[in-house]
Each structure stands twice: as C-alpha cells, then as structure tokens.
Nanobody, 119 residues
C-alpha cells in the first residue's frame, strides 16, 4: 500500500511564503502533482512535475509565485509558495502517478494540508 503524506501547511500573512512537502512510501517512476480545494469549490490543479524533474506545469494563477520540485532520493516533492494571496487559502493535496492536470489520472493521494493566508 502506497502512502502519501503532506506537511508544511499553516497560517501565513498575505505576501508571505510557505513550503509544502510530500513524502511517498514508494516513489517509483511517477509524475507528481499538487492540487488544492477551497471551501465550496472543486479540487483544482496547481502544479505537476515529471519523474525526472525536467518538466513542470502550473496553473496560470500561481505561475511566477509557486515552484514545484522533487528529490527522488528522499521520495519527496516540494511546493515552494511565495507572494501568497488570500485566494490561495485551501487544503492542498499531493498526488502521485502522472504528469497531468487532471485529478483522475493520479492513482495515489494524500490527506491534505491546510494553507490559510490572512489579508
């Protein structure tokens, strides 16, 4: 059974930074992704990274502010979030299994970590 665990969420003021981490019990040759879900909204794509780390993709609203990276030796993916905005407030989920924007292409999901940005 593969386990995916996020960490690093918290409360931050607008303009601040947070780094989320995602550790998987078994990495294999999978792409990884970050998604987020705000109250009353559907889960949406944030960023994805290929197995090698050579390819990344971001939703437009976070381009230039967020950076996804990975350390395969540590089975860990990161999401560095800078210049945070109140609209970034959401539960952030890590997913493993694809290099894609569509949630249904990912096989494994974490439980999520809350990010709250105060204005």
């Amino acid at each position: 059974q593969v386990q995916v665990v996020e960490s690093g969420g918290g409360l931050v003021q607008a303009g601040g930074s947070l780094t989320l981490s995602c550790n998987a019990s078994r990495f294999s040759s999978y792409g990884m992704g970050w998604f987020r879900q705000a109250p009353g909204k559907e889960r949406g794509f944030v960023a994805t990274i290929s197995w090698s780390g050579d390819a990344t993709d971001y939703t437009d609203s976070v381009k230039g502010r967020f950076t996804i990276s990975r350390d395969n030796a540590k089975n860990t993916v990161y999401l560095q979030m800078n210049s945070l905005l109140p609209e970034d407030t959401a539960v952030y989920y890590c997913a493993m299994g694809a290099f894609a924007r569509e949630p249904n292409k990912y096989a494994y999901w974490g439980q999520g970590t809350q990010v709250t940005v105060s204005s």
